[in-house]
């Protein structure tokens, strides 16, 4: 083992050259330079932090322009609604059919009684011309009835009057009788006093049996004039019976003709009013049916058509609003399709009964002018104007266009205002005050849009002091 390696060197070391004295002033620089840039960079940071400790905290509201159809709402009590027809109608046939022509589509006007489709109508058409034909052979047994009375008329009186002719006979034949037996007895008188021969008693009894004869004879002729005048009579009842029941089958098949015309007239689909066609149910080929269920494969429609002239407003109002709705009091109306378009209303009716689902009442609103931008289904909103107020005018409009909400609007010094905020800085604004309802206060002046005004300011809020926003 080398025990030299482990022997402990004493030798005392070199002296080390003198040390320079070091300068303190580059550290120096470098650490203010270093704490320079950080303060330059997180300066922002800390001004955000030292704001949020000191600077108040502000809400903040965009002053937008207004609907026309929301400055009418401080006015009076608004609600949605509906443009609807008072007169609409699902056109369809009485009979069942299929389509073989199709006059309208949608948009197509019509007058009243227009066809506006027809339906397959050969076997009622076959079915009106026998109705025709049975009417005419009913008219011409009528006729012919007619006649046949007309006949038994005239041989009732040639009956009648050989009736009587006959009876006038008999009655000479009895005479003529009379004054023979009245000569036989004279002619037997003289024959017993031997005046007259027997000869002369032979002639008048000769003459008294041939006026006997003649008697019986125009008896029975005047017997059988009675008995044929009875006849033509009896004749005459029966062509005037038969007159009756022709008369009566001439009216039933008249009645049939009608029937199977108004069968073959229901399968033209006319417009009971004049209107649009809102909507076209069927086409051709489609068949139709009055009663068509769930299951059937049959349109119950073949187009649905709108009297524009009849365009009303359906508005839902809260049962809590209902108070200021009032029969006869003015409404405006404003289309969601053109708000800034207004069209003046009356409230014609109230419906009875509310909706216990959404607690509105239905109100009818009568339009007093319309114009090709009005369809039916369309949205409006309806305000319905307080007692006593005036219909706003296109100046009104004009200036009631900024609505803000009411806790902008602040006192300052005995005036009315609102602080608008420019960067962190709030400027006090003094502003003309309209109409308050709803939460909402229409502006006449003092505010424009896009400026962006103070929520609920501090009452320690002064004009031109710094503020943070906190609704960004």
């Known amino acids: 083992m080398d025990l030299q390696s482990l022997k402990i060197d004493r030798t005392p070391p070199p002296p080390h050259p003198p040390r320079r004295a070091n300068n303190p002033w580059p550290l120096r620089a470098a650490l203010l330079l270093a704490a320079g840039g950080a303060l330059w960079l997180f300066w922002p940071s800390l001004r955000g932090f030292a704001d949020r400790l000191r600077l108040p905290q502000v809400r903040t509201h965009l002053v937008t322009a207004a609907a026309p159809a929301a400055a009418a709402a401080v006015r009076g ?33 019509v007058q009243r009684g227009d066809i506006v489709a027809r339906l397959f109508a050969d076997e009622y058409r076959a079915a009106l011309q026998r109705a025709e034909a049975d009417l005419v052979t009913a008219n011409n047994q009528a006729a012919r009835a007619a006649a046949a009375a007309a006949a038994a008329a005239v041989e009732v009186q040639q009956a009648d009057g050989a009736a009587t002719a006959a009876e006038a006979q008999r009655r000479q034949a009895v005479a003529l009788q009379k004054y023979y037996a009245l000569q036989m007895a004279r002619v037997q008188a003289l024959a017993q006093q031997g005046i007259q021969t027997l000869r002369d008693l032979d002639k008048a009894q000769s003459d008294l ?29 029966v062509a005037k019976a038969d007159i ?38 069927a086409e051709v080929g489609e068949v139709v049916s009055p009663n068509s269920q769930g299951g059937s494969n049959a349109r119950g429609a073949v187009c649905t058509l709108v009297d524009f002239a009849s365009l009303e407003v359906q508005a839902n109002v809260p049962e809590t609003a209902l108070a200021s709705v009032q029969i006869g009091g003015a409404a405006d109306v404003f289309l969601d399709a053109f708000p800034d378009r207004r ?16 607690a509105t ?8 002018q319309k114009d090709d931008q009005l369809r039916p289904e369309m949205g409006v909103r309806v305000v319905f104007r307080d007692a006593g107020t005036a219909a706003p005018t296109a100046a009104d409009a004009a200036a009631a266009r900024i609505l803000v909400p009411e806790p902008a609007i602040v006192g300052r010094d005995g005036k009315q205002g609102a602080f608008v905020l420019e960067g962190d800085v709030v400027r006090f604004a003094t502003v003309a005050a309209g109409e308050r309802k709803n939460g909402r206060i229409a502006i006449d002046g003092g505010l424009t849009e896009n400026q962006r005004i103070v929520l609920d300011p501090p009452a320690s809020l002064q004009n031109g002091d710094r503020v943070r926003r906190v609704d960004d």
């Open 77 to 109: 009590t608004a609600a949605n609604g509906y443009i609807v027809a008072a007169r609409r109608a699902a056109l369809s046939s009485d009979v069942p059919g299929r389509i073989v022509e199709m006059r309208v589509r949608e948009g197509s006007q």
């Open 209 to 237: 049996d041939s006026a006997a004869a003649q008697v019986d004879s125009a008896t029975a002729s005047a017997a059988a004039a009675a008995s044929a005048a009875a006849a033509a009579r009896s004749r005459e009842q």
């Open 343 to 358: 069209y003046a209303g009356v409230v014609d009716r109230v419906w009875p009964t509310a909706d216990r689902q959404k």
């Open 361 to 368: 009442v239905e109100v009818r609103v009568r339009l007093e």
């Open 244 to 281: 009756e029941v022709a008369t009566a089958q001439a009216a039933a098949a008249k009645a049939g003709r009608d029937l199977a015309q108004a069968t073959l007239d229901k399968t033209d689909v006319r417009a009971p009013f004049d209107g649009i066609v809102v909507l076209k149910d």
